[in-house]
C-alpha cells in the first residue's frame, strides 16, 4: 500500500483492460475518492481458472511487471443460481458465443431468475504480490433484453435495489450506484488511501 498522500501523486495508476466501458465505469467510482487512473488500452494476458479471484491477479501481475506500474485488472463474471452459477468466470466466452439471446433462451420458462455479477480487483505493484477486493450485486434475468446503455449481460440484469429496470436502462452513474464493480473499487479506494 502507498504510505502517504504524497507518494499517490507520483506514481501513475493504470487501469488495464481491453474494454472500454469498465474502464469508464472505475474511472467515475474512483475519481470520486480523488484517485485518477489511466487506461492501459490493452487487453492482457488472461488465464482460464474457476475464480476471478485466480485470474484477475495472475493479469494485474504480469501487467504491473510488464509496464512497470501499479496496475488494477478487474475481472467480471455473472452467476445464475438455476443454472448452479454459469456462466460465472467462462461469462465471456458464453457472452461471445451464445450471447444474451442464448442466456434467456437457457431460462426460457424458468421461474428462478436469481442471478448476481461478481467483480474482483487485483491491484498490483511492479515486483510485488497482487492484493483483491471484491464486490457483489444481486438481483433477476430479466424476461426480455432491455436497454442499449452499459455492455455485456446489462440489458439482461436487473438489480434487486434498483426500480425494476435492467442496468441497460441506466446510465453509467446509476449503474454505478448499485454495481459490484462500484462495490469492489470502493473497498479498493478506502484501502489505497488508507480509509477505515
Ligand atoms: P477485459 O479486457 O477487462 O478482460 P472483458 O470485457 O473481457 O474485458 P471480463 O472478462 O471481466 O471483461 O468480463 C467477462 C464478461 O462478463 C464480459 O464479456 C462481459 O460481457 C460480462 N460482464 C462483465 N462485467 C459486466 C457488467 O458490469 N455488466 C454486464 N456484463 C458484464
Redesign the pocket.
Known sequence: MLKNAKDKDKRKLHVA???KH?FMELREILSRFGINVEWLKS?II?IQADDLETIASFSARVAANEYGVPVI??????FIEELKGFPGPY??YV??TIGNEGILKLLKGVKNRRAY?K?VIAYCEPGNNPITFDGYVYGVISEEIRGSH?????PI?CPEEGDGRT?GEMILHEKNKL???ARAAEKFARWFLGIK
Not at 485488472?73 to 455473472?78: I, K, P, S, T
Not at 452499459?150 to 446489462?154: H, I, L, S, T
Open positions: 483492460t481491453g474494454n469498465k487487453k488472461e485488472v478487474e475481472d467480471a463474471g455473472l461469462s465471456s457472452f461471445k455479477f467483480s452499459g455492455f455485456g449481460y446489462d440484469f442496468f454495481s459490484h464493480r
